[in-house]
């Protein structure tokens, strides 16, 4: 029972360039989210998918898109990186709603040149 | 929507001492208020939470309690010991889906 993994760890991407984040999960778990973690703050919600077949813009959407692609497996996509996407993102899962225990991934920390 | 201020940014105690953080929020609708914690470098995992209905909760060494009409909750650790360095976010559901994170509190114990 690996919880929720993520892929890569770690990138390094130039300005323009293109990207996907994999996240999966083996909980059989309802929802899952994406976040963005920048130094020195909290985490910021991006999108989030409150079952399969649904996806939702969270806090901070702007220049991202998702895939819950089936139920273990939900992706992030930078079509186009920008400098001020450089942070850390974790992928997390949960049985239902945000009322529930969020299981989180190991991280993708991310730097755009 | 919903607003999440924690406070301090930095938090050292002696080991053995008592640690308190304190987060206040704005909207009088949310009910579900997680307490995350984060190693440095890990991922952050649940440590403990509390709903409305109640103002107190217990874990061991670590309460939390919830004051709804002051719109404040608070995160209480006893005789802390050196594993329990790290960053503590206080977390706020701001809709069936949407958690508001605060901005964390680094907590130091000191040998």
């Known amino acids: 029972n690996a919880g929720v993994t993520q892929t890569p760890k770690f990138q390094v991407l130039k300005t323009g360039q293109s990207m996907t984040l994999q996240c999966a999960q083996d909980?059989?778990?309802?929802?899952m989210y994406w976040y963005r973690q920048d130094p020195g703050m909290g985490l910021r919600l991006i999108y989030y998918?409150?079952?399969?077949?649904?996806?939702d813009k969270g806090e901070v959407p702007n220049g991202y898109n998702v895939s819950r692609l089936n139920k273990r497996e939900f992706s992030l996509r930078l079509e186009s990186a920008a400098p001020s996407q450089t942070s850390v993102y974790f992928c997390?899962?949960?049985?239902?709603?945000?009322?529930?225990?969020?299981?989180f991934g190991p991280g993708t920390r991310l730097l755009v040149l | 929507g919903e607003n999440v201020e924690q406070h301090p940014s930095t938090l050292s105690v002696q080991e053995g001492d008592s640690a308190v953080i304190k987060c206040t929020y704005s909207?009088?609708?949310?009910?579900?208020f997680p307490w995350y914690k984060q190693e440095l470098g890990k991922r952050p995992q649940l440590i403990i939470d509390?709903?409305?209905n109640v103002g107190e909760k217990k874990d061991q060494r670590i309460a939390v309690t919830l004051n709804k009409t002051a719109k404040h909750f608070s995160l209480h650790i006893t005789e802390t010991q050196p594993e329990d360095s790290a960053v503590y976010f206080c977390?706020?559901?701001?809709?069936?889906?949407?958690?508001?994170w605060g901005a964390g509190t680094k907590l130091i114990i000191k040998p």
């Open positions: 997390a899962s949960s049985t239902g709603t945000v009322q529930e225990t969020q299981y």
């Open positions: 909980m059989n778990h309802n929802s």
């Open positions: 998918s409150a079952s399969e077949g649904t996806t």
């Open positions: 909207d009088s609708a949310s009910n579900y």
């Open positions: 509390i709903r409305s």
């Open positions: 977390v706020v559901a701001g809709s069936n889906y949407q958690l508001i």
